[in-house]
């Protein structure tokens, strides 16, 4: 299933290392993770400071429900045995939601201390630095994927998705953190809730995942905050003001879509 990003030959598990056919070699990190990404700068992906701010917030339990309302799609849709990735995996958050689903599971974030924390988080889960646009698995060898708050590629998806398997995505809804950007924004603005295009998936439900959190400490804001591209967008005065609060209000809204691989033959 795996592939070799090098030469796209059959990737091997040992013990201490993945490698290929022809001689390629990947060692396994402590943590638990493979490195397979090729071609990349020295730390891509969310730096320290975004990823630790994302997985002490996402511990408060904040995102529970979303990630809940996750696991009971995954486990409407999925059956015992399939194979089903974590694209931009983040920390693992979500993913540990489905640690007592009986899947063979992968997981892949192209920031490397993130996977570290996912694969600590995850042992169940083949855990690999990669990167979504450019994934190692051989053609249409995935039952399912997952994909929140991330990039994505639709080609890629289509590529290596079996025919009818399940794609998860989720993104901002219309009203998430309309509160916080009062503060932050002179003009607030509400998002556009287009979801993911996918024109070899068909879309076969969607629905808000939408409640009002209390956010109880200036720590617990400045964390949502700074892992949001908001923080890297609003003005200094902006953040200043936001990140000055103790505590606050807000909507947290999440679009989560369900799809499925349409066949080969398809024609809309």
Known sequence: MLICPNCGKTLIREEKRCRCADGHSFDIAAQGYVNLLIKHSANPGDDSG???????????????????AIRETVNENMSAGQSFLDAGCGTGYYLSFLKDLPLESYATDIAKKAVARCAKANPQAFCFVGNV???????????????????????????????????????????????????????PYYNEETGYQ???????????????????????????????PYYHTTSRQGNERLLAMNEADTTVDFLLQLFERKNENEQD
Request: hydrophobic residues 40%.
């Open 50 to 68: 975004s990823i630790a701010s994302r997985d002490a917030f996402l511990k408060k339990g904040y995102y529970q429900p979303l990630a809940e």
């Open 133 to 187: 646009f450019h994934l190692p698995f051989e053609d249409h060898s995935l039952d399912g994927l997952m994909s929140v708050f991330t990039p994505y590629s639709a080609q890629e998806f289509a590529r290596v998705m079996r025919p009818a398997g399940h794609l998860i995505a989720v993104t901002p809804g219309r009203e998430h953190l309309y509160q916080l950007k009062e503060i932050a924004y002179d003009n």
């Open 198 to 228: 996918l024109e070899d998936f068909r879309l076969i439900s969607q629905k808000n995942v939408r409640y009002e959190i209390h956010l109880k400490t200036s720590e617990d804001i400045g964390n949502l905050w700074r892992m949001m």
